[in-house]
């Protein structure tokens, strides 16, 4: 699936960049490379079957041990300690971001970042106006930072003329439009990143647990 994804990712990067150019040129070269991409996709059909045939035997598996789950043990308050666990992995990765910048480490947080969104998509109950709003935002981060990831990926096929033989007139003139993106959404992810990731971790994890706590007392008290 690994190469699968790869094409894929490239794919809805060059579609990505060619919504926000107006530059003929630009739009030539991305067309040339999403042709090629097109190309290489079709031409691993067989071993993308395959692929997501044993995909899918593995998430029958998952799914029969979801339904076998009964929860027990699951309290609001694990679920807060596991929000709170979250934020503090997903806020280390935006400094580590911060700090060094490789692609390596926004891919990493963008990973640790949906790990944090989706314990917050568990707890939202306890305030929707407010943890509603901040599952939206990293619904956003990791979309600027998914994008991020898939820009860095792409760039260094770019510059492997084996992988994606072009010429050189195109290469560049895609290579700067895409690396253009690749900084505006990074700079955007940073931008969201100082705001979602402003409180240190005890702060967030005693917020979190004080709407847990009251979400709980007005339910014991409607019973």
């Known amino acids: 699936m690994a190469g699968f994804r790869e094409h894929t990712a490239h794919l809805e990067c060059i579609e990505a960049v060619m919504r926000t150019t107006k530059d003929n040129h630009e739009k030539r070269a991305l067309r040339m490379i999403k042709k090629t991409l097109k190309n290489n996709l ?42 709170a666990v979250s934020y503090n992995k997903a806020r280390n990765a935006f400094k580590r971001s911060m700090k060094q910048g490789t692609p390596d480490h926004y891919h990493q947080w963008r990973k640790r970042s949906k790990d944090f969104r989706y314990q917050i998509t568990l707890v939202d109950g306890a305030w929707p106006t407010c943890l509603d709003a901040m599952e939206k935002a990293l619904h956003t981060l990791t979309d600027h930072l998914g994008f991020v990831h898939d820009a860095a990926l792409l760039l260094g096929a770019l510059e492997q003329c084996n992988i994606l033989p072009l010429p050189e007139k195109h290469r560049l003139a895609a290579t700067t439009t895409i690396r253009r993106e690749y900084n505006a959404a990074q700079k955007e992810a940073l931008r969201l990143g100082v705001r979602v990731f402003a409180e240190k971790p005890s702060t967030f994890s005693a917020r979190i647990h004080r709407y847990l706590d009251a979400w709980a007392a007005e339910n014991d008290h409607a019973m």
């Open 42 to 83: 079709n031409a691993s059909a067989e071993d993308i079957a395959f692929s997501l045939e044993k995909a899918l035997s593995h998430i029958l598996i998952a799914q029969k041990e979801v339904e076998m789950w009964d929860g027990k043990g699951v309290s609001l308050g694990l679920m807060g300690d596991g929000a």
